[in-house]
């Protein structure tokens, strides 16, 4: 059984954009015929992708029937430690030996390594083309897919390179879940839950509920859970686009993953595993400092599990490990940290006023575990 396709909009005046969820969307061209104003199109994807959907994206593309009309495609390597600077400049040589100009639209097809970059493509090419994300990895299809961050990441930090830059438009296909692998299944439910734990106590109770039919990919489940994500997502953008206040939230648990993800080398640990071990750290600290009970705590491990996620970070990484990635967060400002906890559950805050003695205590637990 198939779900009924939904549409909602980021609302963002004039460069509001609207979000596509269901079943084949891939192949409605119509879709991106509605997005494309220029007469050139780059589809951007990688090497395990490409063989699965890229020449239904080429041949919906050529079915448009635009005169004068031009399609390349690029295929990149596929990972987390391809994310980096030398991989988009491979973007901005094919689109100058192919000659794009600046009414070109790049299309992403692929996880968040992929829209990431050909966003961030889109943003410096030529001063910023048009690009459309087609998200295909459900961390992609519930988070960064939306929102219009794009950049890459450094070897001292995650994601410390980069621009805002909002697409034409999010067209996800549920379809493309049933390729994907269960451990990539997991690191995109993280994401959901933290949706939950931050503003939809409603939503945490109904993944409580229904885990398990997520993970079997039950399509009403998955697509219930992919709406009321992107439609948090879409409230928290619209409110503070380039976060400098609510947005910010959206990070909860990300401070202690991205350490995580920066110490043991970009894909070693996927993104959402990272931040499913942040969050439940994120939680333990929030109980120290009296905003969680203990069974809120118990719950929130209880989930994560159930998800197929680990509650803890690798067993090298130390406290002092933890603490000097932390400290070049995006989140630091004028030396001091800043990190996302949980008030009750549905209820998060920005805080730096967590003690440090507390931290430790927390990051001492992780490394003890």
């Not at 963002?12 to 007469?39: E, W």
């Not at 459900?138 to 995650?158: A, C, E, M, R």
């Not at 953008?237 to 080398?265: C, K, P, S, W, Y």
Request: glycine share 10%; net charge negative.
């Amino acid at each position: 059984m198939t779900s009924p396709q939904q549409t909602l909009i980021v609302d963002l005046g004039d460069r509001s954009y609207p979000i596509y969820i269901g079943s084949g969307l891939l192949q409605q061209s119509a879709l991106l015929g509605q997005h494309i104003t220029g007469k050139q199109v780059m589809v951007v994807t990688n090497s395990t992708i490409a063989p699965l959907y890229l020449q239904t994206v080429l041949d919906g593309l050529k079915g448009l029937k635009i005169e004068g009309f031009q399609v390349d495609s690029l295929v990149l390597e596929d990972g987390e430690k391809h994310k980096h600077l030398d991989t988009v400049n491979l973007i901005f040589d094919h689109l100058l030996r192919q000659r794009h100009n600046r009414t070109t639209t790049l299309i992403a097809l692929g996880g968040g390594v992929i829209g990431d970059m050909t966003g961030y493509a889109a943003a410096a090419y030529q001063r910023g083309v048009n690009f459309i994300q087609m998200p295909t990895t459900l961390l992609s299809q519930v988070d960064s897919s939306v929102g219009g961050k794009t950049g890459v990441n450094h070897p001292l930090g995650k994601n410390m390179i980069g621009a805002f830059h909002q697409p034409q438009c999010v067209v996800i296909d549920t379809e493309s879940l049933k390729t994907l692998p269960p451990r990539e299944l997991s690191a995109g439910l993280a994401e959901v839950i933290k949706y939950g734990l931050i503003a939809q106590p409603d939503l945490f109770v109904w993944l409580e509920q229904n885990i398990e039919q997520l993970r079997q990919l039950a399509p009403q489940f998955i697509s219930q859970a992919i709406y009321q994500s992107c439609e948090c997502k879409a409230r928290i953008v619209a409110a503070d686009e380039r976060e400098q206040g609510v947005r910010a939230l959206l990070n909860f648990g990300h401070t202690f993953g991205h350490a995580i993800e920066t110490e043991m080398g970009y894909g070693n640990w996927l993104h959402g595993e990272a931040v499913g071990a942040g969050m439940a750290m994120a939680a333990d600290l929030s109980y120290r400092l009296g905003w969680l009970t203990k069974l809120d705590v118990q719950r929130i491990q209880d989930l994560l599990t159930a998800s197929g996620l680990p509650l803890w970070g690798p067993e090298q990484m130390h406290a002092i490990t933890y603490l000097q990635h932390m400290q070049v967060d995006k989140k630091v400002t004028d030396g001091t940290i800043r990190l996302i906890l949980l008030q009750h559950l549905g209820e998060a805050v920005v805080t730096s006023d967590f003690g440090h003695e507390l931290l430790q205590q927390t990051l001492q637990q992780c490394s003890d575990i």
